[in-house]
T-cell receptor
Framework: GAGVSQTPSNKVTEKGKYVELRCDPI?????LYWYRQSLGQGPEFLIY????????DSGLPNDRFFAVRPEGSVSTLKIQRTERGDSAVYLC?????????????FGPGTRLTVL | GEDVEQSLFLSVREGDSSVINCTYT??????LYWYKQEPGAGLQLLTY?????DMKQDQRLTVLLNKKDKHLSLRIADTQTGDSAIYFC?????????FGAGTTVTVRA
């Protein structure tokens, strides 16, 4: 595709529910990243995939959060037993490689609201 | 994480220059970035500078880097109403980006 796409654009859920957020990276990009942006803050790193494997998940806040990228393209961020503090914009980015010199291109984000 | 710091707000008159400042802490950062975020939109990469450079100019944008002081600035010449947005400074340590909290730029007529 022309850019990174994320679905849904908005998700409202109730405390305790399970949610899945999807990211479609730019075609051909091997590296994929998830960030979380809370209100009034900059994005914070959650997890990084190189191909199908999670190379660095050090930013995931706790074990309620999990992400997969089974075929090395689309990724899904999964949140179990959602809490009100999980409310934020979840941003996905992709880059061609992961050399640190490759620009990360961001999607529009999914705004998650936990009631 | 707030290893990257920015002032929160900037108000500028249309046609004037805007200067947004940023300080970072990790001297091993390879690249430093400026991203723009408009309401309801994702992050748009504006420009970046490699850590061994002092300055980079790209049309109306000028990036200055003082590596000794770990200070980065973005100058926007001839600021327009379409430049109203939140601007994020980010440092890269390998593949990981660390962002500041963003500077909200308001352009007034």
């Amino acid at each position: 595709g022309a850019g990174v796409s994320q679905t849904p654009s908005n998700k409202v859920t109730e405390k305790g529910k399970y949610v899945e957020l999807r990211c479609d990276p730019i075609s051909g990009h091997t590296a994929l990243y998830w960030y979380r942006q809370s209100l009034g803050q900059g994005p914070e790193f959650l997890i990084y995939f190189q191909g199908t494997g999670a190379a660095d998940d050090s930013g995931l806040p706790n074990d309620r959060f999990f992400a997969v990228r089974p075929e090395g393209s689309v990724s899904t961020l999964k949140i179990q037993r959602t809490e009100r503090g999980d409310s934020a914009v979840y941003l996905c980015a992709s880059s061609l490689y992961n050399s640190g010199t490759d620009t990360q291109y961001f999607g529009p984000g999914t705004r998650l609201t936990v009631l | 994480g707030e290893d990257v710091e920015q002032s929160l707000f900037l108000s500028v008159r249309e046609g004037d220059s805007s200067v947004i400042n940023c300080t970072y802490t990790d001297s091993s950062s390879t690249y430093l970035y400026w991203y723009k975020q408009e309401p309801g939109a994702g992050l748009q990469l504006l420009t970046y500078i490699f850590s061994n450079m002092d300055m980079k100019q790209d049309q109306r944008l000028t990036v200055l880097l003082n590596k000794k002081d770990k200070h980065l600035s973005l100058r926007i010449a001839d600021t327009q109403t379409g430049d109203s947005a939140i601007y994020f400074c980010a440092e890269s340590i390998g593949y990981k980006l660390s962002f500041g909290a963003g500077t909200t730029v308001t352009v007034r007529a």
